[in-house]
């Protein structure tokens, strides 16, 4: 498409590599047709944290938090007092005489911490004396108390004072925590996971290290919880490993190999050069049965009970995948560097045998399209017994740089946050065409003109 | 047995006749009364034998020197007199004996008295000089005249008594605004001559005095110089309280004019402090001496005991007697009604029941209609006031009608027009032309500097008694502070009057319209009369209007019905100017010769050569009749116009393409009039950008003229319209292509039929209003019907997508044509929930659907 304003031979070819996985104008079954940017930000929106159901915060490399509200689009608060960029932030939500009350928690690379109340957009607490930049936060509501893991792991409770603390660590610090039964903490250090203890005694509280799980071969990006029993962590070079929570025992282990392609000679060392990119898990996430991992710009399900990969896609976007969300009915999402969020559903193949035809998407008004968006062809599967295919249902076009994050509203929304320095919020045309009604008579109404 | 004869004898004829009433025909109000039509006449021919060719107005002074004298005639321009005998006429004009002001000693005071006299209208007719005029007669103050007053009058003539007897309501209501200009300004003047009177008097008073002392001190007290000079003295005092005495009535004059409510206030204020600076007067002179020397640099001068009543004195101009500002003012609104009433009365009516009928449909007419000229009505005169006097800004709102609307208007055109000048553009859009977001950086930047102001900031406030209440804190607290520092500049201010209310409300003297052959004056339509103004009126929320569903309907149904029979549809105030019929019709342009609207204007010559609009300038009706021009000849020209013109009434964001600027200016300029909600200042429109384009300026503009260049830059424009092109339409004018979503459907067709007969773009103009008018109506039908809407159950969300399509098929349209229906359907309920400010929370609604390339 677009030859025929292209003109030139080269912009033709960007947009022939580009096209790796082309869905086309015509998606049926994307609901997002309405859109609103919302301009704030200065640098790199890295982080969208939700408050509640009405609003959401956002942050990024210009240290500005930015509180908004989904439905209007409106920036409520600004919240400034970082200096550099933000490293990481999280909802905390305190609980004072039965209102519950949800304050945000930043870490910055000016090595402070700061609590705001987003409903005043004051800086309520601050901690501005850190030996490290925290990198990760993690809150424990059953303690009423929240941790920050950088180059140490420091407890602090909710009046933000400092509990205990590990000794340092490594220059790696912790790029990822989660909380496990029994007052435990898993939390990743560049090829470990090390699992802490916290003990309560009356009021103190310490901290010590229970074990090292070293089976990782390289750097560990991605460490989540599956279910109350199981929890799961990434590594850079493809390894996924899941893991019981209560005794740390390997439960599964899979390396994720994509199956090279026969290759002609020619583009061999171009693909040597970009495998250990491509299998690096980027990000994971899981609804406690299906575990989706971002590997490179490739999908990949993978059934926990089962232990068996469900479907995956090796090229699912132009490049690096950033973000994957998982939801309830089978359908995933995913956003990209590429700049696009992608809206995916797995289905069962009519046939094991049989490679998921490019004619599904046929089926809707292939009549008239202009030219060659036709569906690329889908990776040759393995001969596994229960694979099913995961298809594009619609893809999200607005950003001009990489999509950092998404954090869905339901059905109200879906919000995403770019390197463009914006923020867009998706919304489903039809259900605001209504709420806009709804509006209409509200306001008729309300003049006494109906 | 009752025979059939019988029966008929038994019913009345009104029953047959209620019983059957036409529900084409329109409402009483609407309808333009017929021409006489007697023996065959043609409407056309001139019935009189008037020496001049047009009408005009005429401005004359009963001089107390020379008697009745014309001063001028507007247009200046002495063809339009032609032979016709202006002092002859002004002599039968001012000899109309009406209510004259008396000033001077009325029996029974020792003091002058300032008679405060309500204007007097007359109707006049010379039938053979074949003029009739509507006369308004005023008086203004001069302190050397006899009795302090000056009348004048001015007067509209006409050789068309109907015109006059028809609209003399409209010409009342316009002439009384002109008046309350010239008396305000008068009373101003008036005032500030009294103060230099006073203080010369006052000078002269401690002159007299020190030379008495002297004469007392040489000559002992009962000299005859001495008594001379304590007699001087006394009647210097007699004087100087006389002077007083009419400043004090003069700087009243509001409090005993003005009744609104509004003012009260501030009247409350000031009297206090009249009568403060009274008391003041009274005891102690140095006092008030220092308050007026802080205030001006005026030297007095000594003032001979006995001024010379000569005749040989010249009298003040009529711009002296009123300041100089207020003078143009007034010569402006005189000219705006001399563009106002010209032309045929026929035409007269139709635009002013389309300003009736526009002013009643705020829900649509942002769509299509240019919203901007009944907007302007209100605010064009406003804006004189803020800029002509740009010392005390805030106080001078007290003159306007209190509306936020106006206000924020008047400031945009004040203060943002500079604003945008000056400012550089932002690096995206510096090559092409001013883009929104500098306004809007200039807007919330003078708002950011307005809002310092407390006063300005309680105006933020929405409901309009609060904002007055508000505005009146904030003015009362100014009223102090300039009354301290000036005085008779803030009491002035204050008397401003409130244009858009007393334009109804002018009282009539009853008695003041008979005169040798002057017509008894009869109301004419007194319905339409008051709706107009009425409604003209815009300082109230948009949609207060609407009493209830029912008059909602009934405010649309006749909306549509008048609309399709009206001829002049569209047409509204400001552009009687520029398409009203004049005299001299004769004169053709031969460049645009298929062009109706050229020749219609040939009179004003200031808008010959209208340009394609510009961004950023207000658009006026007759850029949209030019358009009209090109869009005919685009519709010819490419088969898939049809495309194209789906592609803007459907929300869709259309690229014109091209490596010509002028090609691409002139497609756009073709296709601007179906840009829904096109805004006043074209915003939606960008004729003209070399940058790439960004994803928030699809939102915001829907038709885009974009270079295509082989620069780097070009490039990346191609690769924005690559990643964007789903919710673009590109319009290759080197190519002569286009791709975007097919549509099927007759409406567009219809709209746009490239073996059209249509042959004049105006006419095509009109013909694509009707049907976007239609358009529009349906439009609202889907958007204000319940049923349609909200759901029967709380939970089934399905239903009322099903209820919704099956209406839109019921009212004919395909899926193509209810994607129309829909984006219109929601600009209006953005319009409406959000109000005027569609700028600030617009979504960009899209919808997934494939594209196909067209080519010519």
């Known amino acids: ?183 435990f903490i898993a939390a990743a250090m560049d090829k470990e996971i090390v699992i802490f203890k ?40 493809g390894e996924l490993i899941v893991w019981d929570s209560v005794d740390w025992t390997i439960q599964a282990y899979e390396q994720i190999v994509w199956e090279e392609p026969a290759v002609d000679n020619q583009s061999e060392v171009r693909l040597t050069q970009q495998k250990p990119i491509e299998k690096s898990i980027q990000h994971m996430s899981s609804d406690g049965e299906f575990i989706v991992a971002a590997v490179g710009s490739g999908l990949y399900v993978y059934n926990v009970p089962m232990k068996s990969v469900v479907a995956y896609r090796k090229i699912a976007h132009d490049s690096n995948v950033l973000h994957t969300m998982l939801q309830k009915d089978g359908r995933l999402m995913s956003c990209s560097e590429d700049g696009s969020v992608r809206m995916w559903e797995l289905q069962d193949l009519p046939l094991p045998a049989e490679p998921a035809s490019s004619g599904f998407f046929g089926m809707f008004g292939t009549f008239g399209r202009s030219s060659k968006h036709s569906c690329p062809p889908v990776p040759k599967l393995p001969e596994v017994p229960g694979l099913r295919s995961l298809e594009l249902n619609g893809d999200l076009i ?17 919000v995403t946050c770019s390197t463009d320095h914006l923020l867009i919020v998706w919304k489903d045309g039809e259900m605001q065409s209504q709420l806009r009604s709804l509006a209409v008579f509200q306001k008729l109404e309300e003049n006494q003109e109906l | 047995m009752i025979g059939s004869p019988d029966v008929v004898a038994f019913t009345k004829e009104d029953d047959f006749g209620d019983s059957f009433s036409d529900p084409l025909s329109l409402p009483e109000e609407f309808s333009v009364p017929l021409f006489t039509h007697t023996a065959n006449a043609n409407p056309w021919t001139k019935t009189s034998f008037a020496k001049f060719s047009k009408d005009f107005i005429l401005i004359s002074e009963f001089s107390e020197q020379v ?132 203080k010369d008097l006052e000078y002269t008073r401690s002159v007299l005095h020190k030379e008495a002392e002297l004469q007392k001190m040489n000559n002992g007290c009962y000299s005859t110089q001495a008594i ?94 009123c300041d100089s500002n207020f003078y143009h003012q007034t010569l402006e609104q005189l000219n705006v009604i001399e563009m106002t009433f010209r032309g045929d009365l026929c035409s007269i009516y139709t635009s002013q029941i389309d300003r009736a009928l526009l002013s009643k449909q705020r829900v649509t007419s942002f769509l299509f209609e240019a919203e901007c000229d009944w907007e302007d009505e209100g605010t064009s005169k406003n804006f004189n006031f803020t800029s002509n006097i740009p010392t005390v800004p805030v106080l001078h709102l007290s003159g306007e009608p209190l509306s936020l609307e106006s206000y924020t208007t008047c400031i945009d055109l004040d203060h943002i027009k500079p604003g945008v000048e000056s400012m550089e553009g932002p690096p995206e859009s510096s090559t092409s032309d001013i883009t929104q977001e500098t306004s809007e950086a200039a807007d919330t930047e003078t708002k950011g500097s307005f809002s310092s102001d407390k006063s300005i900031e309680a105006l933020g406030g929405v409901s309009p008694s609060s904002l007055q209440a508000n505005y009146f804190d904030g003015l009362e607290r100014k009223c102090k502070v300039s009354i301290a520092s000036s ?147 685009f519709i010819r020209q490419y088969p898939f116009a049809q495309q194209a013109i789906f592609c803007l009434l459907s929300g869709r964001t259309l690229v014109i393409l091209g490596v010509d600027e002028g090609m691409v200016r002139k497609l756009v300029n073709a296709l601007f009039v179906f840009v829904p909600n096109l805004g006043k200042y074209c915003e939606t429109v960008q004729p003209w950008l070399s940058t790439p384009f960004q994803l928030t300026d699809l939102q915001r503009w829907k038709l885009i003229g974009l270079q295509r260049a082989a620069s780097p830059a070009g490039s990346s424009i191609l690769h924005s319209l690559n990643r964007y092109s789903r919710y673009i339409s590109i319009l290759d004018c080197d190519n002569k292509t286009l791709r975007c979503p097919p549509y099927r459907g007759t409406l567009i067709s ?25 358009l529009t109506a349906k439009a609202f039908l889907y958007t204000f019907c319940h049923h349609i809407h909200l759901p029967m159950d709380i939970n089934e969300q399905g239903s009322v997508k099903s209820r919704r399509t099956n209406f839109l098929l019921q009212l004919g349209y395909t899926v193509e044509e209810s994607k129309i229906v829909q984006y219109l359907s929601e600009l209006i309920k953005q319009h409406y929930v959000q109000g005027s400010s569609k700028w600030v929370k617009q979504s960009f609604c899209f919808n997934y659907t494939t594209s196909f390339l067209y080519k010519i």
């Open chain 1, 1 to 183: 498409m677009l030859r025929w304003i292209l003109g030139g031979r080269e912009a033709l070819g960007t947009v022939e590599k580009s096209a790796a996985l082309f869905i086309g104008e015509e998606q049926p079954k994307n609901c997002f047709t309405e859109m609103q940017v919302l301009k704030g930000h200065f640098d790199i929106v890295r982080f969208l944290v939700q408050i509640d159901d009405l609003r959401f915060a956002s942050a990024g490399d210009d240290g500005l938090v930015l509180v908004w509200n989904v439905e209007t689009g409106d920036c409520l608060l600004e919240l400034r007092g970082h200096t550099q960029q933000i490293t990481a932030m999280t909802s905390y939500t305190i609980i004072r005489g039965g209102n519950t009350h949800t304050a945000l928690i930043t870490a910055s690379s000016d090595r402070t911490l700061s609590l705001w109340d987003p409903d005043s957009g004051n800086r309520v607490q601050n901690i501005s004396d850190l030996q490290s930049s925290v990198k990760c936060l993690l809150v424990l509501d059953r303690l009423d108390v929240w941790l920050s893991g950088g180059n140490e792991l420091c407890v602090w409770n909710r009046d933000f004072e400092l509990q205990c603390k590990t000794v340092h660590h490594s220059d790696e610090g912790i790029s990822a925590m989660l909380e496990l039964p029994k007052n």
């Open chain 2, 750 to 774: 219809h709209l746009a039929d490239h073996r059209t007969q249509i042959k004049r773009g105006s006419t095509y103009f009109l013909h694509v209003q009707g049907m976007l008018t239609q």
């Open chain 2, 487 to 633: 005085f008779e500049n803030a009491s002035h201010s204050v008397a401003v009057p409130r244009r858009s209310s007393d334009g109804n409300l002018v009282p009539m003297d009853a008695s003041c319209c008979i005169g040798q052959d002057s017509f008894v004056f009869e109301e004419p339509l007194p319905e339409l009369a008051q709706e107009c103004c009425g409604d003209t009126v815009v300082n109230q929320e948009p949609l207060s209007l609407f009493q209830g569903d029912t008059a909602l309907q009934v405010n649309y149904i006749p909306e549509e019905s008048a609309l399709a029979e009206s001829p002049n549809m569209g047409l509204t105030f400001s552009e009687l100017n520029t398409c009203v019929l004049s005299e001299d019709v004769a004169k053709i342009n031969i460049e645009d010769a298929s062009d109706s609207t050229s020749y219609m204007s040939a009179s004003t010559s200031s808008d010959r050569a209208v340009s394609p609009f510009t961004y950023g300038s207000v658009l006026t009706l007759k850029q949209k009749k030019k358009a009209g021009h090109s869009a005919l000849r």
């Open chain 2, 228 to 321: 001379e000079k304590a007699n001087e003295l006394a009647n210097m005092e007699k004087s100087i309280y006389e002077h007083k005495d009419l400043l004090r009535q003069i700087t009243s004059y509001p409090s005993r004019k003005r009744r609104d409510m509004d003012f009260v206030e501030c009247e409350t204020e000031k009297q206090a402090d009249t009568s403060v600076s009274d008391d003041a007067l009274n005891g102690n002179h140095s006092e008030v001496a220092e308050k007026t020397d802080r205030k001006s640099s005026y030297t007095p001068q000594l003032i001979k005991a006995k001024s010379a009543k000569c005749f040989d004195k010249r009298l003040k101009t009529l711009e002296e007697l």
């Open chain 1, 198 to 237: 916290l003990n309560l005694s009356g009021s103190d509280i310490v901290v010590m290290a229970m074990r090292h799980l070293a089976d990782h071969r390289d750097t560990i990006h991605s460490l989540i919880n599956i279910n109350d029993g199981l929890f799961a962590s990434g590594s850079h070079i």
């Open chain 1, 398 to 414: 607005g950003h001009s740089g990489a999509v950092q994050m998404f954090l869905s509203f339901k059905e109200k929304a879906l």
């Open chain 2, 67 to 198: 008697g009745p004298q014309p001063l001028l005639t507007i247009p200046n321009d002495p063809k339009v007199c032609g032979t016709f005998d202006l002092n002859y006429f002004s002599l039968r004009i001012m000899s109309v004996d009406y209510q004259a002001s008396f000033a001077g000693h009325p029996p029974g005071s020792n003091y002058p008295k300032l008679n405060f006299v309500e204007d007097s209208k007359v109707v006049l007719g010379d039938s053979k000089e074949g003029a009739f005029a509507y006369v308004h007669h005023l008086t203004l103050y001069d302190l050397e005249a006899r009795g302090f007053v000056r009348p004048f009058c001015m007067a509209y003539i006409s050789a068309d008594e109907r015109k006059i007897m028809q609209q003399f309501q409209e010409l009342s209501s316009e002439f009384s605004k002109a008046s309350e200009i010239v008396k305000l300004g008068n009373r101003k003047a008036f005032a500030n001559e009294l103060e230099k009177k006073l």
